[in-house]
């Protein structure tokens, strides 16, 4: 007999990878043409192109999904968290996109109680597509993925912040500092993937930064938590998160030792 709730989860992410499909076409119509972009309060970049994918996701989502809410960057107060919820980043990495840079992508997720059960991130220009549902494994355009195996800080490569890598004492324990990804979501895929084996945000990472991304790196045997090594939730008002680390479950617990001792004495 076929489970009705891993049916439900396989329909949700063949809506949630149409969607992004689309979306990423919608973004690429808008790349490297000129564009009116603005500064939002928060002090992050918003263009046209943001907001026309934004309409085309969130409309295509809501459409097929009338019953779910919709959290999304470009309008954090949508429909507030229903049982079910779709969080979304029309384009994460906006800065990189409005430089006419690659490297950045389209984000959507579904969240129960809290924590995501479907994800997808596509990143429009090379086309790649990562996809994963819970308990379902993570996959890149259709091939299984699995984090690195690799075990200790020595030689690891780790995505930081500049400061907490000089000042935390990441170099003198033997970690290289990986060339930075404009788009959060793809810095956590590539975990997931095993071209990174760990990432270390600042503080200030959004529900819609993290949420696709976390479910991917669990499904590829990682981990994606706070500081503490408690796993986030998506459902708070509150949409801003404190630093998240993610990374193999062999590596995550001395990155995230490390970091909060960092962070702490940074703070002090």
Do not use: C
């Not at 969080?87 to 430089?99: F, N």
């Amino acid at each position: 007999m076929v489970d009705s709730t891993d049916t439900l989860l396989q329909d949700d992410l063949a809506i949630l990878k149409e969607a992004v499909l689309a979306a990423g076409e919608t973004a690429l119509s808008h790349f490297k043409r000129e564009q009116k972009s603005w500064i939002k309060p928060d002090g992050s970049p918003v263009s046209e192109a943001d907001l026309a994918v934004d309409a085309a996701l969130t409309k295509a989502l809501s459409v097929a999904r009338p019953g779910y809410g919709m959290i999304s960057e470009e309008n954090a107060a949508q429909t507030g968290f229903l049982p079910r919820t779709f969080v979304v980043d029309p384009i994460d990495g906006t800065r990189a996109y409005l430089r006419g840079e690659a490297i950045w992508s389209v984000v959507a997720a579904i969240i129960e109680d809290g924590r995501p059960v479907a994800a997808a991130v596509l990143e429009p220009v090379n086309g790649s597509l990562y996809l994963a549902t819970r308990g379902g494994g993570a996959t890149r355009n259709g091939v299984p993925l699995q984090v690195s195996g690799h075990v200790g800080m020595a030689g690891a490569s780790i995505a930081l912040p500049g400061p907490l890598f000089r000042d935390g004492g990441f170099g003198a324990a033997g970690v290289r500092r990986a060339a930075m990804i404009p788009s959060l979501a793809l810095r956590l895929v590539r975990v997931a993937e095993a071209r990174l084996d760990g990432v270390i945000t600042k503080p200030g990472p959004h529900h819609w930064d993290l949420a696709a991304a976390d479910l991917i790196v669990q499904e590829a045997g990682g981990t994606l938590t706070g500081l503490t090594g408690k796993v986030p939730r998506y459902d708070s008002s509150e949409t801003s998160h404190a630093p998240v680390v993610a990374a193999s479950r062999s590596l995550a617990e001395a990155l995230r030792s490390k970091a909060a001792e960092a962070f702490a004495s940074m703070s002090g």
